[in-house]
């Protein structure tokens, strides 16, 4: 059975940097775009990265551009959420995504992980 599972979240003060993972048991990892993105408290989902299947290409929300980096190891099934500079409203639940692309965009596809909670104190 496809799963999606995120780890890395936990507790940092504002400035600090964390590294989100995101493994995907039962799909095939290399044939798959990936993204991350994130739920405030009392908001939408909203997207913060994406990455292509083989790694060439990356977005990134405006928010979070220049703090954090998208990467992904194909051999280790596994995709990264580098997060620098974090700052008071970077605190959210996390999420990973499999999808694709369409006309430079990112589509989502409906497998997603439990999320990881990411709490940036002041």
């Known amino acids: 059975q496809a799963q999606v599972v995120e780890s890395g979240g936990g507790l940092v003060h504002s400035g600090g940097s964390l590294r989100l993972s995101c493994r995907t048991p039962?799909?095939?990892?290399?044939?798959?775009?990936m993204s991350w993105y994130r739920q405030l408290p009392g908001r939408e989902r909203e997207f913060v990265a994406s990455?292509?299947?083989?790694?060439?290409?990356?977005n990134y929300a405006d928010s979070v551009k220049g703090r954090f980096t998208i990467s992904r190891d194909n051999g280790e099934s596994t995709v990264y959420l580098q997060m620098n500079s974090l700052k008071p409203e970077d605190t959210a639940v996390y999420y990973c995504?499999?999808?694709?692309?369409?006309?430079?965009?990112?589509?989502?596809?409906?497998?997603w992980g439990p999320g990881t909670q990411v709490t940036v104190s002041s």
């Open positions: 039962g799909l095939t990892f290399s044939r798959r775009a």
């Open positions: 995504n499999t999808g694709s692309y369409s006309n430079g965009n990112y589509v989502p596809s409906d497998y």
């Open positions: 990455i292509t299947r083989a790694g060439g290409a990356t």
